[in-house]
């Protein structure tokens, strides 16, 4: 099983609102990365996990939390978002290190009013 | 910093023509390389991961060739079809890095009934 899933596919939130973005794997990965993707732009990377440390966060900014509770499961905690933060966020897992495929979650579709 | 480039943007062709996609990368020093899919609005399907010590992949109608020294990847496909559209992302890993992917912006390729 090569299966990413991120819940939900789709959310719309206010800019007071506080909401999460989930993501599971089950193939045993120790690294698991949050990517951004505006449209029409390549996805660029947020955060990584390597066994549930936090080991990269690419100057995001504190609005976004990430979370990683255990080996399987990776967080993103949304506060006062701006509508500029609209976008499809990506969840990957992969081998620790990074050196095998590095495998996608569907994304879910943010969209910030 | 490492930049990754795509050539070109763009590509319709007809059914059944075989056609390369370019990815060019400016620091050679990379673990991998890697070749994904996206469908509009939907997350990465890997494709091919090609190691640094490694020449090529294949996987069924896709060929993917890697050249680490003059820093280019092609992904060669054959005998196109309607169901091969979709954006192809090239994407490295670079050395010393967390696992993280560099992106390039992608094909967009259209193969026409």
């Known amino acids: 099983d090569t299966e990413v899933t991120q819940t939900p596919k789709h959310l719309v939130m206010g800019m007071t609102n506080k909401k999460s973005l989930k993501c599971e794997q089950h193939?045993?990965?120790?690294?698991m990365y949050w990517y951004k993707q505006k449209a029409k732009k390549p996805p660029e990377l947020m955060f990584v996990?390597?066994?549930?440390?936090?080991?990269i966060n690419e100057s995001v900014p504190s609005r976004f939390s990430p979370e990683c509770p255990n080996s399987s499961l990776l967080n993103l905690h949304l506060h006062a978002l701006q509508p500029e933060d609209s976008a499809l966020y990506l969840c990957?897992?992969?081998?620790?290190?990074?050196?095998?495929?590095?495998?996608f979650g569907p994304g879910t579709r943010l969209l910030v009013l | 910093k490492q930049e990754v480039t795509q050539i070109p943007a763009a590509l319709s062709v007809p059914e059944g023509e075989n056609l390369v996609l370019n990815c060019s990368f400016t620091?050679?020093?990379?673990?991998?390389l890697q070749w994904f899919r996206q469908d509009p609005g939907k997350g990465l399907t890997s494709l091919l991961l090609i190691q640094s010590s490694q020449r090529e992949q294949t996987s069924g109608r896709l060929n993917a060739s890697l050249d680490k020294s003059s820093g280019r990847s092609t992904l060669y496909i054959a005998a196109s079809q309607p169901g091969d559209s979709a954006t192809y992302l090239c994407?490295?890993?670079?050395?010393?890095?967390?696992?993280?992917?560099?992106f390039g912006k992608g094909t967009k390729l259209s193969v026409k009934p």
């Open positions: 620091d050679s020093a990379i673990y991998n």
């Open positions: 193939m045993g990965h120790r690294a």
């Open positions: 996990y390597s066994y549930e440390k936090l080991s």
């Open positions: 990957a897992s992969s081998q620790e290190g990074g050196l095998g495929t590095q495998y």
């Open positions: 994407a490295v890993r670079p050395g010393g890095s967390q696992g993280n992917l560099i």
